[in-house]
């Protein structure tokens, strides 16, 4: 009776699944291990995924790193590159070097938080974050890469994605043990739906509908066919019963909660019993939950000027209309008022030092997860305060003075923790940025400046004045005398002077322990010679540039220079030549020693053909006295 019964229930239903939402998702992976090296590709590289018959068109995706080991996840890069050719970076140079064994990433669009750079990263769901931008080796595409995994909603999911794993840094190895995967067409992470589903069906009993009693057990599998407990999402089947079934029509809200899975396809299994006591039967085959179009029901419309449909409407502007809220309180001048899950403060009291602020956890503000203040009035605050510590953008005090980058101790008006970048053309100025065109006095310009003036080729410029001519300009090096006096010591003027006290020279590494290869010059003296020193006035062109002074000049010849010390000629980006006597100690020291060779070489010839004429003149002396003897004299 009971195979008979089973046999009548199975061939005799009709129906339908509703609201489900997400049942359409879809999860496709690749179990295969990914080995990443001490520094290099991953092997395989890439590692592939092939969708076939899947969705046209991407409603919601995540993708999944299964088993990750490192033990210094700061040298991962991982790229997703899509059929389509879009390349996102999911994660590259998070984590430093905490090391992570085992670990599931999800990664998903909407997530609230990046994955952290230099502390342990946990299981999780995390948005796509890249701290390090290198481009990674062929065959991956050439960078640049975004980390905008939303912006392949709305692309087809058929073709082959890739999945490039590269080690950036030597000393450090590790694994995707189980490999990845990407779920198509879930739930968003921000944006939770309903779990609850309506079926709805006939059941006939020889080619007539039911009518009476029925008792029904509902359950949801991962798998159309399997028989398998482990395919089944529950152990015990929800049960329910129909007392008084009419035209065999069943229609039945399911809210199966948490234990739904929403990244893989599922199925409704239905047990009939009729008459009630005559034993179960399973009806085939499995119905599978489609999706339908969800006109969401907001959980919390807490800001709303209408909320009609929202759960909880704590602050909507007129109460009035938000008619089917469990909760609507409109704020009243004097009271502060919490809001859903503490995500936003409102403080509404005469209190003008107090204005907004954000609170709570999986709130998004200026792309952190704020856990506290983010911002409030003229008595202090801080922009980016975050859950896990403070994460600070910029702070303030009842000092006016601001703090950037973390900096919440503040003595100065700015200050600044970490490395500051204004970006080009910008203009670091001190005091106001001044008279730029030479039409006032006591308001010149003092500013840094970077000029690209070719690729890969930069100039920091500090500008001081406006007038070429000016000697009163200059770049002093001073000490503190005391707190409001300086004492110069080394002083650049704009008139191409610099003074330094006593007139010392530059100073350079000498000691022979950091020399090799020493050798003494030869023919300093002959070399020098063959350069002249000339007057000259510069040409209009080059005073106007500020390389060349108005008036007469005293200095050499770069081309003259340049065949006899190379070394000392350089080339600006205009390809002028200009000279820097390097060494010039050295070599007046060389010089004066060959010209001293020179001098005793010449000496000594002196003294000898001094010594040889008075040898000469002592001989004829004696000749001569031996000759007056002779004479009688």
């Given at each position: 009776?009971?195979?008979?019964?089973?046999?009548?229930?199975?061939?005799?239903?009709?129906?339908?699944?509703?609201?489900?939402?997400?049942?359409?998702?879809?999860?496709?992976t690749?179990?295969?291990?990914?080995?990443?090296?001490?520094?290099?590709?991953?092997a395989?590289?890439?590692?592939?995924?092939?969708?076939?018959?899947?969705p046209?068109?991407?409603?919601?995706?995540?993708?999944?790193?299964n088993?990750?080991?490192?033990?210094y996840?700061?040298?991962?890069?991982?790229?997703?590159?899509?059929?389509?050719?879009?390349?996102?970076?999911?994660?590259?140079?998070?984590?430093?070097?905490?090391?992570?064994?085992?670990?599931?990433?999800?990664?998903?669009?909407?997530?609230?938080?990046?994955?952290?750079?230099?502390?342990?990263?946990?299981?999780?769901?995390?948005?796509?974050?890249m701290?390090?931008?290198?481009?990674?080796?062929?065959?991956?595409?050439?960078?640049?890469y975004?980390?905008?995994?939303?912006?392949?909603?709305?692309?087809?999911?058929?073709?082959?994605?890739?999945?490039?794993?590269?080690?950036?840094?030597?000393?450090?190895?590790?694994?995707?043990?189980?490999?990845?995967?990407?779920?198509?067409?879930?739930?968003?992470?921000?944006?939770?739906?309903?779990?609850?589903?309506?079926?709805?069906?006939?059941?006939?009993k020889?080619?007539?509908p039911?009518?009476?009693?029925?008792?029904?057990?509902?359950?949801?599998?991962?798998?159309?066919?399997?028989?398998?407990?482990?395919?089944?999402?529950?152990?015990?089947?929800?049960?329910?019963?129909?007392?008084?079934?009419?035209?065999?029509?069943?229609?039945?809200?399911?809210?199966?909660?948490?234990?739904?899975t929403?990244?893989?396809?599922?199925?409704?299994?239905?047990?009939?019993?009729?008459?009630p006591?005559?034993?179960?039967?399973?009806?085939?085959?499995?119905?599978?939950?489609?999706?339908?179009?969800?006109?969401?029901?907001?959980?919390?419309?807490?800001?709303?000027?209408?909320?009609?449909?929202?759960?909880?409407?704590?602050?909507?502007?007129?109460?009035?209309?938000?008619?089917?809220?469990?909760?609507?309180?409109?704020?009243?001048?004097?009271?502060?008022?919490?809001?859903?899950?503490?995500?936003?403060?409102?403080?509404?009291?005469?209190?003008?030092?107090?204005?907004?602020?954000?609170?709570?956890?999986?709130?998004?503000?200026?792309?952190?997860?704020?856990?506290?203040?983010?911002?409030?009035?003229?008595?202090?605050?801080?922009?980016?305060?975050?859950?896990?510590?403070?994460?600070?953008?910029?702070?303030?005090?009842?000092?006016?003075?601001?703090?950037?980058?973390?900096?919440?101790?503040m003595?100065?008006a700015?200050?600044?923790?970490?490395?500051?970048?204004?970006?080009?053309?910008?203009?670091?100025?001190?005091?106001?940025l001044?008279?730029l065109?030479?039409?006032?006095?006591?308001?010149?310009?003092?500013?840094?400046v970077?000029?690209?003036?070719?690729?890969?080729?930069?100039?920091?410029?500090l500008?001081?004045?406006?007038?070429?001519?000016?000697?009163?300009?200059?770049?002093?090096?001073?000490?503190?005398?005391?707190?409001?006096?300086?004492?110069?010591?080394?002083?650049?003027?704009t008139?191409?002077?610099?003074?330094?006290?006593?007139?010392?020279?530059?100073?350079?590494?000498?000691?022979?322990?950091?020399?090799?290869?020493?050798?003494?010059?030869?023919?300093?003296?002959?070399?020098?010679?063959?350069?002249?020193?000339?007057?000259?006035?510069?040409?209009?062109?080059?005073?106007?540039?500020?390389?060349?002074?108005?008036?007469?000049?005293?200095?050499?010849?770069?081309?003259?220079?340049?065949?006899?010390?190379?070394?000392?000629?350089?080339?600006?980006?205009?390809?002028?030549?200009?000279?820097?006597?390097?060494?010039?100690?050295?070599?007046?020291?060389?010089?004066?020693?060959?010209?001293?060779?020179?001098?005793?070489?010449?000496?000594?010839?002196?003294?000898?053909?001094?010594?040889?004429?008075?040898?000469?003149?002592?001989?004829?002396?004696?000749?001569?006295?031996?000759?007056?003897?002779?004479?009688?004299?």
């Amino acid at each position: 009776m009971m195979l008979a019964s089973r046999s009548f229930f199975a061939a005799s239903l009709v129906g339908a699944v509703m609201g489900c939402g997400f049942a359409n998702a879809q999860t496709y992976t690749n179990s295969t291990p990914i080995s990443i090296p001490d520094v290099g590709n991953g092997a395989p590289y890439p590692s592939s995924i092939t969708i076939a018959g899947g969705p046209s068109s991407i409603t919601y995706l995540t993708v999944t790193l299964n088993a990750l080991t490192h033990s210094y996840p700061g040298d991962i890069q991982a790229l997703l590159v899509a059929p389509g050719g879009q390349k996102v970076m999911l994660m590259s140079g998070t984590g430093g070097g905490v090391d992570v064994a085992n670990l599931t990433l999800v990664i998903a669009p909407d997530a609230p938080n990046s994955i952290p750079i230099g502390t342990v990263i946990t299981p999780g769901t995390y948005r796509p974050t890249m701290y390090y931008s290198g481009s990674l080796g062929a065959p991956a595409p050439a960078g640049p890469y975004s980390t905008d995994l939303a912006g392949l909603i709305g692309t087809n999911a058929n073709g082959t994605w890739n999945l490039y794993i590269f080690d950036s840094s030597g000393g450090d190895s590790g694994s995707l043990a189980t490999g990845w995967s990407i779920n198509l067409n879930g739930v968003g992470v921000t944006s939770p739906l309903p779990m609850s589903f309506t079926y709805q069906g006939q059941v006939n009993k020889n080619g007539s509908p039911i009518s009476g009693m029925v008792n029904a057990r509902y359950s949801v599998w991962d798998s159309a066919i399997s028989q398998s407990p482990s395919n089944r999402l529950f152990t015990t089947p929800s049960w329910y019963s129909y007392p008084a079934v009419s035209n065999g029509l069943i229609n039945q809200t399911l809210d199966l909660g948490s234990i739904l899975t929403l990244n893989k396809a599922l199925w409704l299994e239905i047990e009939i019993e009729s008459p009630p006591g005559g034993g179960f039967t399973t009806l085939a085959p499995r119905q599978p939950l489609t999706t339908t179009p969800v006109s969401g029901r907001a959980i919390a419309a807490n800001t709303a000027d209408s909320a009609t449909l929202a759960t909880t409407a704590t602050n909507a502007t007129a109460a009035a209309t938000a008619t089917n809220a469990l909760s609507a309180q409109a704020l009243t001048p004097g009271y502060d008022r919490w809001l859903s899950d503490k995500n936003l403060y409102l403080h509404a009291s005469p209190d003008i030092l107090h204005g907004l602020g954000w609170y709570g956890v999986a709130k998004l503000f200026a792309g952190f997860n704020v856990d506290g203040p983010a911002l409030f009035g003229q008595s202090g605050g801080v922009l980016g305060s975050t859950a896990g510590g403070q994460k600070i953008a910029v702070a303030w005090d009842a000092n006016q003075h601001v703090g950037v980058g973390g900096a919440i101790v503040m003595p100065e008006a700015l200050t600044v923790q970490g490395n500051t970048q204004i970006n080009t053309p910008g203009k670091l100025a001190f005091g106001t940025l001044g008279n730029l065109i030479g039409t006032a006095e006591n308001s010149d310009a003092v500013y840094f400046v970077r000029d690209n003036y070719i690729n890969n080729g930069s100039i920091l410029y500090l500008v001081i004045g406006d007038d070429p001519a000016s000697v009163d300009d200059a770049l002093v090096i001073a000490t503190t005398a005391s707190a409001t006096t300086l004492s110069p010591r080394f002083s650049f003027r704009t008139d191409g002077t610099a003074l330094k006290p006593g007139g010392g020279s530059w100073a350079a590494l000498s000691d022979p322990r950091a020399k090799h290869d020493a050798a003494p010059l030869a023919g300093t003296l002959d070399r020098l010679l063959t350069l002249r020193g000339y007057s000259f006035l510069y040409n209009d062109d080059a005073i106007a540039s500020g390389m060349g002074l108005a008036g007469e000049q005293i200095g050499l010849m770069a081309d003259e220079v340049e065949c006899v010390f190379p070394s000392w000629v350089t080339t600006n980006q205009s390809g002028m030549r200009m000279v820097s006597e390097r060494a010039t100690t050295a070599l007046m020291v060389e010089a004066l020693r060959d010209l001293r060779t020179e001098k005793d070489a010449q000496l000594r010839s002196r003294d000898d053909r001094i010594g040889k004429l008075e040898a000469d003149n002592a001989d004829l002396k004696s000749r001569l006295a031996r000759l007056e003897s002779l004479l009688g004299k």
